[in-house]
């Protein structure tokens, strides 16, 4: 027969549980979304750093359907940057409540680059449009019409390398800016959450060097 729990052990757990749940506990209280901080660092920095290593890759000279697929990952992976580093910075950035209502300074920049993004992709895929529609422009409007579209491809084509030299130099001119930045974010960390973001820095960097074609895919 089982015995029965005394009266001082089941008031010992009664006191227990309400301790674990007063406002003045001594019982250490860890924001569920500080638990998230190591990752959310090591997703930021993974993927931009990926991103600057995508623009190192002189994408002006792969054919439209490469560039289009190239500035799709680039797309994903500014859209990482950013979405983490509004949550990092509303969440756990030691700065008031009002400036947090604002924006991380290197904001502006990032959200430039994803609209440079977006036109190279609109570039590349225009590109791929006026090629796949040539033989229908040409007989509804003759060879003249084919003419001019290719030179008004052309141009496009030229503005597009004229922008990845400058988003390349852009990304060269901002490298340290952006590593302070990130030093300064890491600093957020408790010494213990160091390794967890180390550990998610390589699995996330090997996430984005497969997603970008750096290293073969392991699956």
Known sequence: MAEKESPGMLEKVKRGIMTAFESGSSVKKVPIAGTNLPARLARCDTAYNALTELFKLQLYKF???????????????????????????????PVSAAVKKTEDPCMPLLFSCRKILELLK??????????????????????????????????????????LHGVSELFDLISLPMRKAADQRRRLLPKNSMKRYLRAEREFSQHYAELCGFIPSAK
């Open 63 to 93: 054919d439209d359907a490469a560039r289009f697929k190239y500035y799709t990952i680039g797309l994903t992976l500014v859209n990482v940057v950013i979405d983490n580093l509004t949550f990092i910075y509303r969440e756990h950035s």
């Open 122 to 163: 609109i570039s590349a895929e225009t590109s791929i449009e006026m090629a796949k529609n040539e033989r229908g422009i040409e007989q509804f409007a003759g060879p003249l019409a084919i003419a001019k579209s290719r030179l008004v491809d052309d141009s496009i084509g030229d503005t597009e390398v004229n922008l």
